[in-house]
């Protein structure tokens, strides 16, 4: 556990290590019981409804080297591409909002991929979405009989951040007492066992109650100098402390983890080590059901170089637009989520950030035609950015082309990031 | 070159509009060291096919005090001769974040087009619809079109376009800083200008080290003969013109600093709204600039008003035309208004009096201002300090007046952070070898 930004908070039990390639190390615990090793097969969920926090997840795997991850929308996921995957993650955004996009058939999907043996990971939205709801579009996701503890028909008095301390639910509201960090004490209950104290943030993230205690992993035990408060600090110990911070529970032959606060963040590795534990923890030895055959293309020298230009000039213009636009004070409500200028550039850096990796590399591959979604989807952003700016300078509203932007980077970074690591997993089995 | 470069040699072919980039090699930074050294370099390898160099000295952008400096360096429509011009404000920082120290312009397009660099990435677009705009309005175009404010430009106008032999490049807003007409080799390759915009970081070989003698070196000018100097009266008045605050005084809105300087060089005039009230402007051109002491004075010393001085260099600005040479042919032909010169600014043509001032543009003052460099003695002398400085800040990237107003930037100084930041060994014999070299 090197370069740990907690470590006064940091417990991690001494020797306890996690491989990242094979799932256990010389002296890790994990994980159990299990003969032959391989990296999980990860699916991210990158529909409508989320908002940029799957990133986060991304950064992780892309860091542990999980690179077996595949990016699905609620097209994808209605389609039945979750079968053959060990892992379905589920992230923050808006929880009605992917449940619509998901609908009936989304739940189902989900439900039997859980049931025949699959691990749903939900931080924050996804975390909510498989907990009991009467719902409209939620109570198709009825997997769990955990429930919601910060939720109140009265709202109480919001000190600050009136816009992000709640949303409505039903005749009530589900409030959030605090933002950014909060302490999280581990139960000892697997596969966390051997841990005492972490900090991890939370962003509107649940507190839950279970039926069985031995399905909680972590209970929220304490704040820290950066946490923020958006209610009074009494009433916020009083909806938070000792309620379930992380759950897992089983249904059927599978298993779900739901994290309230973001154990995903890239700021909190001790966090990060934990949910890597979850993803590890009890992988299914069976033989995968073998990948759907794609027709898959190859760009190396020229026509490489070519490619990762044109994305980067694309991103670069994107870029500056974006930090021109940082400098609006404004925000944009799309569904039920709040966004700011600052989280443009963070779906571009997500790209930004991997094309010197691909540039460096022999070759990149994808599945036919990504290179033209690619170039048309960032066509799109920096033309919607440019005219988001003049509209800005103009002083008129903004609000159709924001909705219009975040669904298409989400489109792009989808689809630059699938390509990313099919590229990474090509140039690893090139170098076996 | 791994340390406070980006390491690029940005190549363009305005024939072919195609732009490739070049390694800069550690053996080329350690004979050359960065600036001017390796912009005269680059200029000979390509003397054949009429380019002109842009390129950032070795600390722009950097931490170092005054790091503002990027340099033109071409054959000057004007003498001749190759020669270095300097780019101040934030170009020269930018460029080195957009990914490139070093861009040779080569060939002539068969169009208008505009070089927009950014982030690794050269693009020769059109700019036909630019062309004939003044550098204002382009600049505006610019900067809407690409969606940033703070894209920084590099731009010729009228008199670049038509040919002057006395157009200058003119940087944002605030003019330019050539005596050479090097706006008229721009106008030559249908090249309207440069934009520049990066988002890249630079990586220093001891960054602790080079932090602290940065600080260090920040300490000691804030202690010096700048300390409490601020705006282009303050020069003024240094170079001998004692009423020169109290003649600006009425329309001094605000004094602006470039890049990491340490002192601000140039003051903002309102001619068009009351200098005092500090709000946001409702007129899109409410005053002007000024950065150019050598044109301010020149229109002083004709007896203009502060007004019509402001409204003559604003011309000037806009049109890409030096203005010392405006103000000169201005008093020949008897022009004693800003209305008067403006009409006639397309159609000015020279020949003006010729600087004693070789290679370096005598934009920067001709002598020490502020401090004392200690004895110069003749005129000669005082010229051949001037060059030795003027090479020192076109090499490391130095602001060229903040060089005549700071001994604490030495050549010793230099050469250490030199080799703090880039982990190289680059001796006071090689300095000496370079600057004999470009002053040559």
Known sequence: MAACRHQDTLALEPGLEIDPQNGRGPRSLLPRGVGSLRSPRIGVYTGPGTSHSWLWFVDLFDRRSLNDVVFLDDEYVRGGLLHGLDVFVVSG??????????????????????????????????????????????????????????????????????????????????????????????????????????????????????????????????????????????????????????????????????????????????ANELLVKAILWDLRDKPLVPKAAVEEVHFVGEAKKSLLRDIKREISNARIV??????????????????????????????????????????????????????DCAGRIVRTLREMKGRLDAGEDTFDLATGLFDALRRFTMVFLEVYFRSVRFLNQEQE | MEYISSGKILVVDLATGNASDEELSDDLVSQKIGGVGITSSLYQSYADEDPIILGTGAFTGSLVPGSALAIFTAKSPRTGTVCHSPVTFKAGMELKFAGFDYVVIKGKSPKPVLLWVHDGIADVVDAGAMWGKDIWEAGDDIRKNMGDDLIQTLLIGKAGESGSDLAQIGINYGGGTDRWGFGKIFGDKNLKGIALRGMGLLEISDAEGFVDECLEMLGEVKKGACAGKSGIGDIMVALGEKDAKEWLAPLVHRNSACYNMPCATSTFICMDEDPKVVVESEKPEPGVLLSDVYGLLAFKKAGFSLEQAGRALKACCKCGIDPVAVAELAVKEGKKDAQSIEQALASMKGPVSASQAKAFSPWAPLQPVFADFGALGDEKATMDWWMRRQALAYIFGIHPVFVTMSPEVSEERMLKLMNIGTGLEVSQETLDGVIAGVCS
């Open chain 1, 93 to 270: 955004g808006d929880t009605f909002g992917v449940a619509r996009a998901l609908g009936r058939e989304g739940a189902r999907a989900i439900e039997t991929f859980i049931r025949t043996g699959g691990v749903y990971v939900g931080s924050c939205a996804g975390a909510y979405l498989p907990m009991r709801s009467s719902k409209e579009y939620l109570n198709w996701f009825n997997f769990t009989d955990i429930k919601i503890a910060n939720l109140s028909k009265n709202l109480p008095d919001i000190k600050r951040l009136k816009s992000k301390a709640c949303t409505i639910y039903g005749c009530g509201y589900v409030f959030h007492a605090v933002r950014e960090e909060v302490r999280l004490r581990m139960t000892g209950n697997a596969p966390f066992e051997g841990v005492g104290e972490i900090v991890a943030p939370l962003y509107g993230g649940a507190a839950m109650v279970a039926e069985r205690p031995s399905e909680v992993l972590a209970r929220y035990c304490g704040f820290t100098g950066k946490t923020l408060f958006l209610v009074d600090e009494g009433e916020a110990e009083k909806t938070l402390m000792g309620r379930a911070a992380a759950i897992t529970t089983k249904m059927g032959d599978g298993r779900l983890f739901l994290f309230g606060p973001h154990f995903e963040h890239p700021g909190f590795p001790a």
């Open chain 1, 322 to 375: 974006a930090l021109g636009i940082e400098t609006f004070s404004l925000q944009w409500k799309i569904g039920d989520k709040i966004y700011e200028p600052e989280k443009i550039r963070v779906f571009l850096e997500a790209v930004w950030k991997r094309l010197g990796g691909l540039e460096r590399c022999g070759g990149i591959c994808m599945e036919k035609g990504s290179d033209t979604i690619m170039a």
